[in-house]
């Protein structure tokens, strides 16, 4: 037997449940250390995408910009 202590007292396991809760601890933590893994690399994924879409928002102003003032320059002209 193998002796655990815990919130509620001493807990007593068989070697048996013992090597299977450790196995389940060992799984749990394996897949929560992926999980984190897995999220860093989408919060990375995403903020490339964020900029890549501000880049393109700010190109785009500045395109209607430059349309807007083309479109004033011929006006302009046209009442010349």
């Known amino acids: ?6 919130k509620r007292g001493i807990i ?11 196995e389940a601890l060992q799984s749990l933590r394996t897949n929560l ?10 919060r990375l994924q995403l903020s490339k995408e964020l900029q890549i879409f501000r880049i393109g928002v700010t190109a785009w102003t500045h395109q209607t910009r430059r349309l807007q003032l083309i479109k004033s320059a ?3 002209l046209s009442r010349m």
């Open 1 to 6: 037997m193998i002796e655990r202590e815990s």
């Open 74 to 76: 011929f006006r302009t």
């Open 33 to 42: 250390r992926q999980l984190v893994h897995e999220i860093v690399l989408w």
């Open 12 to 22: 007593q396991y068989s070697q048996f449940k013992f090597k299977k809760y450790d």
